[in-house]
């Protein structure tokens, strides 16, 4: 740790009008609340930045740096003020926390996304954020942004949910709320009703959802058209014996043995499931090929041959080959692909757009992949930024790569 600074000394820093020692002085955990009140004034970026980083710093220059002009001191604020709310001592004066609650306010409403999502990383979890704040940002246009708060704030009460599920025109938002634990039977109900595709099959795949009987009869009802939801309907802990029957009834053969595997079955639907496993191995094969297979397989060789490029991903999104498209997506990025295929099914572009990112081909590929694989409409659409560069920021793309568990 450094040796003390003298007030002389702290001065003739300050008058000197030494960067560098200016800068030192501005990162330094002793230094005087007033000079880092004058730093953050009148310093140079990078000491702004300093003070921005140091937990010293008071609460006056914090909510100074709020409205600095340099948005990396922003982010760094924001970076810092989540992680000093759970320390903010219990007998701190009035002023240090309406000071600390405008600073946070002012971050939450910041007009870079970047510095409103690493905040919202930030305070994700804790019980001590003012919940008009937590408010603001669970209603960010951003799915960067709201996401984490809609998923993990431990502020937002069941009717808080259901009002957002009610009111919100983001299809991310019922996604991020169905992958809340725990939910409750009352937003699960919530979410079922919308029956957005993405939005259920994470509901279902999340095993701390309470979902009532009747919820999940309903899904059921719409179940057998739409397979996205087979397997995490299968894979439900509280299926009663009748809705194992009914799923029986249309899930492929492979969960149709996984549903024979459950403990607990009762006699008539032991019987069911066997006549149902009689009956899938009697049925005439429609198709000679695997149409997923197919893909894969003809992925592959493009690969091979140095031809899976964005032609080819392009051509076939044109085309509408969303088994093509996913494959080529999964291969070019060295991801699962599942994980390809819940980022086509979850019906946002950003996600999607990261994706084609990663896997180095260009924004207009991306453009064609939401338009004619996603089928996103209007204002769902994420357009290129000047006509041809991906709108969104490196470390955006690398947040939604990373929500979904990619690593680029």
């Given amino acids: 740790m450094p040796a003390a600074l003298s007030r002389a000394e702290t001065l003739r820093i300050l008058e000197t009008r030494n960067n560098d020692a200016r800068e030192e002085l501005a ?9 880092l009140l004058f730093l953050a004034s009148e310093g140079s970026i990078k000491a702004r930045r300093a003070i921005a980083r140091n937990a010293s710093a008071p609460a006056h220059a914090n909510r100074l740096l709020a409205e600095d002009t340099d948005e990396d001191v922003r982010v ?33 409403q910041d007009q870079l996304p970047r510095v409103r999502r690493i905040l919202a990383e930030e305070i994700k979890a804790l019980d001590c954020v003012p919940k008009h704040v937590i408010d ?41 709320i169905a992958a809340r634990k725990p939910l409750s039977a009352n937003v699960s109900d919530a979410i079922a009703t919308a029956l957005d595709v993405p939005a259920v099959a994470a509901l279902l795949a999340n095993s701390t959802a309470q979902i009532r009987e009747q919820t999940l009869e309903k899904i059921i009802d719409h179940g057998s058209r739409i397979t996205e ?21 249309f899930v492929s053969a492979a969960l149709l043995d996984k549903l024979s595997e459950r403990d607990g079955l009762d006699k008539e639907t032991k019987s069911v499931l066997a006549k149902r496993v009689r009956a899938r191995i009697d049925e005439p094969v429609e198709d000679e ?74 924004m207009r590929v991306a453009f064609k992949v939401q338009t004619f ?7 769902e659409l994420l357009p290129a930024r000047d006509g041809v560069d991906f709108p969104l920021t490196d470390d955006e793309m690398l947040w939604h790569l990373n929500y979904f568990g990619i690593e680029a």
């Fill in 229 to 249: 939801w087979h397997q995490p309907l299968v894979l439900r802990n509280d299926l009663s014996q009748r809705a194992i029957r009914r799923i029986a009834g």
């Fill in 27 to 35: 990162a330094r955990a002793d230094a005087a609340p007033e000079v």
């Fill in 289 to 362: 090929h695997d149409p997923v297979a197919q893909a894969q397989s003809d992925v592959a060789l493009l690969m091979k041959e140095g031809r899976l490029d964005d032609f080819a991903v392009e051509k076939a999104a044109e085309a509408g080959k969303r088994e093509f498209v996913i494959a080529a997506l999964a291969l070019l990025t060295r991801t699962p692909v599942e994980t390809v295929r819940r980022i086509v099914q979850s019906g946002t572009a950003k996600p999607a757009v990261a994706l084609v990112w990663h896997a180095k081909l260009s």
């Fill in 76 to 108: 760094e604020l924001a970076r810092k003020i989540g992680r000093l709310l759970p320390g903010l001592p219990e007998d701190a004066g009035e002023k240090m926390r309406v000071l600390t609650v405008e600073t946070l306010e002012r971050l939450a």
């Fill in 373 to 379: 694989v996603m089928r996103l409409k209007g204002g």
């Fill in 136 to 176: 603001i940002l669970a209603r960010d246009v951003e799915e960067t942004v709201a996401a984490p708060i809609l998923e993990y704030s431990p502020l937002l009460s069941d009717a808080d949910l259901v009002e957002i599920i009610s009111t919100s025109q983001a299809r991310f938002t019922l996604t991020a």
